[in-house]
């Protein structure tokens, strides 16, 4: 009698489990911000992949009998003083922007992380130590220390560009993994953790990260969108990239001057790329911060 | 009954919308509160006594609708009124006090000009709002208003807070004022003023009152009529001493049957439990709403919907079997559980654990405070420790310094079967770590969140019984089924479990490296009573089997009493009096304990003196000199002991075989007092 009843209640409980996760995926596929925000960036990514298949013509191939001719059914997005075509080099610059913002990203978050746990559960004077470095390194505008370091470093890699960016992205994330640790550390399955023998590796990475991705998984894309931001501006100011490449901000940096021609096709496109990739990036932060509840 | 009740709910349906989904929580409430009355709603938590209460006043969450029914103000249904008359009603005719006066009332300003605006909102000028604010005070018996109005929420203590939050309440002179677990955060001796500060205000003004609480008790103490919420429906209602006496439905005798009353105890009598869980927001039934859990349930009981049925009076019960309510079989489940402990020879009694001169200090702000003063305990193979005492007073510091989370002072020994320990946890060996484990408080932080039920117990074994993991996994499941957490949860998250199954939970964990002795820290606080029950008697059946011994720490007295075998007292960090559990609650009583015992709101109704403690606890960075009990204690004066209490401080002696004191008043004379 009474292992019927536990067992339905068992059965019950995973039910309700069930229950859960499916109204919470109903949730998150109608909350319209992290739909379309999730198309615009499949489209970039699809593009960053399969690029090289889609775009009708080479990086730099040149057509001379147009040039600087507005868009038409030939050239849906027109060509530039060079005779290129604009939708060519949108499409094949999007695997360069998409990589290294990503790249970066990333790697501002993985070191930010440790750095974050790492403070937020010795507290102490590593952290003072820590917090404070962080603070001085945040004082400074992004740019400035990205164009310092790749004027300092002779440097025109994308590699370098990347390792500035996620060094300058580090004490944001760190901060806010930082902060969500300091809570976390003090609940009692820490305790518990360290009743049992664990070793501190173990209790940061094993115990007590799986706990603040949500913050983490936030703050990444909100970087994501500036990472995005810093490396169109650098390869616009041509810091960053190589010369040549095709890539949204240099195309905008070689083809600004012909706006007073009304060329406007030659820099308008890459323009809306970086705009709609940013701001696809940027829904998906905000519809993760309403499902997360942050 | 031809006076217009204030408070009328009529067959009241509230539902929230959770996940996009409308679920019910109220289901075809009603009752109703004659002027001056004080109505009490009980039940345990989920069951919709706050939406009652929020209800009343319009006042429900975001994503919470009246779907059905109406609410009657004198006669007014407040549910077709526009926004502007219900505000108009709050400000004027209802007031609310919250369960946590700390967040009731707002931090950034200060006392004085909130309770002020009050007055102000109803149209007084700001310089005699702040002179009402004055009397406001005044009326809650709080000493220095004027020093109180000045301060901020944060510097006033849970008491103050909470009777600054009822003057506020009371400012407008409301006719119906809504109560919702006005002392659940308090300490005992808080509650017990707080309490008797509305009795007496109810006396004067005349007010009526919707009284919500979980803890019957408190609830018999307060109200004049009670009604019975499960699942979201009314289940029974009556005046206060024939629900008492006559409870007549299966949830309102199980509920009055699983709670450690007086002079229960371990060793002669099993609790009560009621078996499964309240339904989940939002279950629809075809027949009666605890049908699934009631013992008595026959066929009708799950098909049809039963009425309610008069009883004696106004004494009702939505029950087919009313008649037969107290005859509702007994139910307490049994646990089955191959004893794995280490195979140790000890007798019961035998000294298992020796802590001596233990203190510890904390830096705050740059000041030295002693939170822990030297305290000196033993604990006896299988025996159970009872540790009570105040918030503050370090009962939980104490646990984690015999468990090595904390490093106590220079002097301070913990001993295990005659062995000194290591200071902290690093440099225990696995075999002592595991050898003292810890039941926590709240299992919701207790339980990594994000690791399965199985990984929780498995590690557990793993790493303090070096098995293999599958070896440990096998053994967390069968410790796991024992505790009677069922095969099919094992591979759930904590977030997927009741709150019983969560410690039940902690508890398979605590016992994963066989331990000699488990601390348990509050561990039934956060349950509802009916599941206080099976765990306590979890833990007796673990003790019985395996000669565990027990570190208990709860405030609840009757708790306390029924598992402890010896009970330590405490106050500002030291140890004030320490005995058999018999002597501790049966007297000669420390005055301390005495004052602590006599605010508990007595249970069967029957009325006892209360033995107050005057002002507040003393900050232990600044403890009275002397005595540190000296300041509050209600057998100071007149005792001939003045002095000596004041310029000295006590020693714990053997004031009678096995009991100890740490008082100047000698054993003879206080019971001579205390007769």
């Known amino acids: ?294 | 009954m031809s006076e217009t009740p204030t408070l009328e709910l009529r067959n009241l349906e509230v539902a929230y919308t959770v996940r996009g989904i409308d679920r019910q929580v109220l289901r075809d409430v009603s009752f109703s509160i004659a002027p001056g009355e004080a109505y009490g709603l009980v039940g345990e938590s989920g069951c919709g006594k706050s939406t009652a209460a929020f209800a009343a006043m319009r006042y429900l969450p975001r994503n919470g609708k009246i779907t059905g029914g109406s609410i009657l103000f004198e006669g007014n249904n407040i549910v077709d009124m526009s926004d502007g008359q219900v505000s108009d009603l709050r400000r004027s005719a209802i007031s609310m006090v919250y369960q946590n006066p700390a967040t009731a009332l707002n931090p950034t300003i200060r006392v004085g000009d909130q309770v002020a605006e009050v007055f102000q909102l109803n149209g007084v000028s700001k310089s005699d709002a702040l002179a009402m604010a004055e009397q406001a005070l005044t009326r809650v018996q709080i000493a220095d208003p004027i020093q109180v109005l000045r301060r901020y929420a944060h510097q006033l203590s849970g008491g103050m807070a909470q009777r600054v939050v009822i003057a506020m309440a009371l400012a407008s002179n409301p006719r119906l004022l809504v109560m919702d677990e006005p002392t659940t955060g308090l300490d005992a001796t808080v509650e017990a003023e707080v309490l008797d500060l509305v009795r007496e205000l109810r006396r004067d003004t005349g007010t009526a009152v919707l009284f919500i609480s979980h803890n019957l008790g408190v609830i018999r103490h307060m109200c004049d009529r009670v009604g019975v919420l499960y699942a979201g429906a009314l289940v029974e209602q009556g005046a206060t001493a024939d629900l008492f006496n006559n409870p007549s439905h299966p949830y309102t005798v199980g509920l009055l049957r699983c709670i450690p009353r007086g002079g229960l105890h371990k060793s002669t009598d099993r609790l009560d439990t009621i078996p499964g869980t309240p339904p989940a927001l939002g279950t629809k039934f075809d027949g009666c709403v605890f049908a699934a859990r009631c013992a008595l349930a026959e066929d009708k009981c799950q098909s049809s919907q039963p009425q309610m049925v008069t009883i004696k009076g106004n004494h009702v019960a939505r029950c087919f079997l009313s008649d037969k309510a107290s005859s509702l079989p007994r139910s307490a489940e049994q646990i089955e559980f191959a004893s794995q402990s280490a195979t140790t020879a000890h007798e019961v009694g035998e000294t298992l654990l020796n802590v001596s001169h233990l203190s510890k200090v904390f830096t705050q702000d740059g000041h030295q405070v002693r939170v822990i003063n030297d305290v000196s305990l033993t604990l006896g193979v299988g025996e159970t420790l009872g540790l009570v005492g105040e918030s503050g007073s370090g009962k939980t510091t104490i646990a984690k310094l015999v468990l090595g989370l904390t490093a106590p002072e220079e002097g301070g020994v913990v001993s295990l079967d005659g062995k000194g320990l290591a200071k902290t946890l690093n440099r225990r060996d696995v075999h002592d770590v595991g050898a003292m484990q810890i039941v926590f408080q709240n299992p919701d932080q207790a339980l990594n969140r994000r690791h399965s039920v199985t990984r929780i117990v498995g590690r557990a074994v793993e790493r303090l019984r070096s098995f293999s993991v599958s070896e440990s996994i096998d053994r967390a499941h069968e410790l796991l089924s024992g505790m009677r957490v069922e095969a099919t949860l094992h591979s759930a998250r904590p977030v997927q479990l009741s709150g019983g199954l969560k410690q039940r939970v902690a508890i398979s964990r605590a016992f994963a490296g066989a331990p000699q002795i488990v601390v348990c820290d509050e561990p039934t606080s956060a349950l509802d009573v009916s599941v206080q029950a099976a765990i306590l008697n979890l833990l007796v059946d673990l003790q019985k089997q395996d000669k565990t011994s027990f570190i208990f720490i709860s405030h609840d007295l009757g708790v306390v009493r029924y598992i402890s075998d010896r009970i330590a007292v405490l106050y500002l960090g030291r140890v004030v009096e320490f005995g058999s559990s018999q002597r501790v609650f049966n007297g000669p009583f420390h005055p301390y304990t005495e004052a602590l015992l006599s605010s508990v709101p007595n249970f069967d109704g029957s009325i006892r003196k209360r033995i107050p403690l005057t002002g507040v606890v003393p900050s232990p960075s600044n403890p009275p000199s002397g005595c540190v009990l000296n300041p509050r204690c209600p057998r100071k004066a007149g005792s001939g002991y003045e002095t000596l209490c004041e310029t000295e401080e006590p020693n714990l002696t053997e004031v009678e075989p096995g009991h100890f004191m740490r008082c100047h008043i000698p054993v003879a004379k206080l019971k001579q007092l205390q007769s």
């Open chain 1, 1 to 294: 009698m009474t292992e019927k009843k536990l067992s339905s209640l068992a059965e019950r409980s995973n039910a309700e489990r069930q229950q859960i996760r499916r109204e919470r995926m109903q949730l998150v596929l109608r909350n319209k911000t992290f739909l379309v925000g999730a198309v615009i960036l499949a489209f970039w990514v699809i593009l960053a992949i399969f690029g090289n298949l889609i775009a009708p013509r080479g990086a730099s191939d040149q057509d001379f009998e147009y040039v600087s001719v507005g868009p038409s059914l030939k050239y849906w997005f027109g060509t530039d003083a060079n005779g290129q075509d604009v939708l060519s080099r949108v499409i094949l610059g999007t695997r360069l922007i998409v990589v290294m913002s990503f790249t970066a990203t990333a790697l501002g978050t993985v070191v930010g992380t440790a750095l974050g746990l790492a403070a937020g559960y010795f507290k102490g004077k590593f952290d003072m130590i820590v917090m404070r470095l962080i603070e001085a390194i945040s004082a400074i505008p992004v740019l400035i220390i990205a164009l310092l370091a790749i004027a300092a470093l002779e440097g025109r890699s994308p590699t370098l560009t990347v390792i500035v960016i996620g060094f300058v992205f580090t004490p944001n994330i760190g901060r806010t993994v930082r902060a969500a640790v300091l809570g976390e550390s003090e609940l009692e399955y820490v305790a518990a953790a360290r009743l049992r023998t664990e070793r501190t590796p173990h209790i940061l990475f094993r115990e007590i990260l799986p706990n603040v991705l949500p913050p983490i998984i936030v703050e990444f894309t909100v970087r994501l969108g500036y990472a995005i931001f810093a490396i169109a501006t650098l390869s616009f100011l041509g810091a960053g990239v190589e010369y040549g490449s095709p890539n949204w901000g240099s195309q905008i940096a070689e083809n600004w001057g012909s706006i007073y021609a009304n060329v406007w096709w030659a820099t308008a496109f890459p323009a809306l790329a970086i705009a709609s990739l940013a701001v696809s990036v940027n829904l998906i932060s905000d519809s993760l911060l309403e499902v997360f509840e942050i």
